[in-house]
């Protein structure tokens, strides 16, 4: 049976001549990230998030918009805790005790 390539093929000489050297692929192949590249890419963001609105709450009067941030916080903070029990290094250490 015939298999299809996954990927495109470009040629960088230009009679379109097929060679080792000559064969690159078009596009990178994306990377499937790791639990570990993931949930660091959340936790940046969810900083972001935290030290806004704790800047926001000390320069706020207004206490609507206090509670408001504070529950944004305690949301940040969950998820936090989430993405360490998630964390692949958290179990690692906690599968070696």
């Known amino acids: 049976m015939e298999q299809q390539l996954s990927h495109k093929v470009c040629f960088s000489s230009q ?3 097929v060679a080792g050297s000559n064969v ?3 596009q ?4 499937t990230p790791s639990m570990e590249d ?3 890419e959340l ?3 969810l900083g972001v998030i935290e030290s806004l ?3 926001l709450q000390l320069i706020s009067p207004d206490e609507k918009m206090s509670a408001h941030l504070q529950h944004i916080q305690a949301m940040v903070l969950q998820a936090n805790r989430i993405l ?3 964390s692949p ?3 690692a250490a906690s599968a070696s005790n």
Request: charged fraction near 25%.
């Open 24 to 26: 690159k692929p078009c």
């Open 38 to 40: 993931l949930v660091h």
């Open 15 to 17: 009679d379109g001549s």
């Open 53 to 55: 609105a704790y800047y």
């Open 28 to 31: 990178p192949v994306p990377k």
């Open 89 to 91: 290094l958290r179990q």
């Open 84 to 86: 360490e029990q998630a």
């Open 43 to 45: 936790r940046q963001p």
